[in-house]
């Protein structure tokens, strides 16, 4: 069994995993991008029961009827999601958190429908280590 360890930006909120992952996807809904200020959202999937909360106490946000998305409610890095409608029993996790975010790589793409056009192509970009040279 993995152990996945993970936390906010400002290190007030820690988390712990144990058990894999049912999926890592990327999701590309308007919503998963307004809360977290990203064109696209890394969300790794797991049994509610396998994430332990170890230090602090997330701020939690219904963002619908059935969502609740936690958050730290000192540097805003967003965490949890939970949506018991759809999913019971069910949290995804922020895969950005995670201490070695390469632990478990993403499977697939979601909520491709509303991905943003120019995000189909910015494998194609010009790319550089650190910044572009400077003019």
Same mark, same amino acid.
């Given at each position: 069994?993995?152990?996945?360890?993970? $936390?906010?930006?400002?290190?007030?909120?820690?988390?712990?995993?144990?058990?894999? &992952?049912?999926?890592?996807?990327?999701?590309?809904?308007?919503?998963?991008?307004?809360?977290?200020?990203?064109? =696209?959202? $890394?969300?790794?999937?797991?049994?509610?029961?396998? =994430? #332990?909360?170890? #230090? @602090?106490?997330?701020?939690?946000?219904?963002?619908? *009827?059935?969502?609740?998305?936690?958050?730290?409610?000192?540097?805003?890095?967003?965490? %949890?999601? %939970?949506?018991? $409608?759809?999913?019971? @029993?069910?949290?995804?996790?922020?895969?950005?958190?995670?201490?070695?975010? *390469? &632990?478990?790589?993403?499977?697939?793409?979601?909520?491709?429908?509303?991905?943003?056009?120019?995000? *189909?192509?910015?494998?194609?970009?010009?790319? %550089?280590?650190? %910044?572009?040279?400077?003019?």
């Amino acid at each position: 069994m993995s152990t996945i360890t993970g $936390g906010c930006h400002c290190g007030a909120i820690r988390y712990e995993i144990q058990g894999e &992952a049912i999926v890592h996807a990327l999701c590309h809904c308007r919503d998963c991008r307004l809360h977290a200020g990203a064109p =696209v959202v $890394g969300w790794t999937m797991y049994a509610e029961d396998a =994430v #332990k909360v170890t #230090k @602090g106490e997330p701020k939690v946000y219904h963002s619908s *009827e059935h969502v609740r998305r936690h958050f730290c409610g000192d540097c805003g890095t967003g965490l %949890f999601y %939970f949506n018991a $409608g759809m999913m019971p @029993g069910i949290i995804d996790i922020q895969s950005a958190t995670y201490d070695d975010p *390469e &632990a478990v790589p993403a499977t697939m793409q979601i909520q491709v429908a509303e991905r943003l056009r120019w995000m *189909e192509h910015a494998h194609e970009l010009p790319a %550089f280590d650190r %910044f572009p040279p400077q003019p």
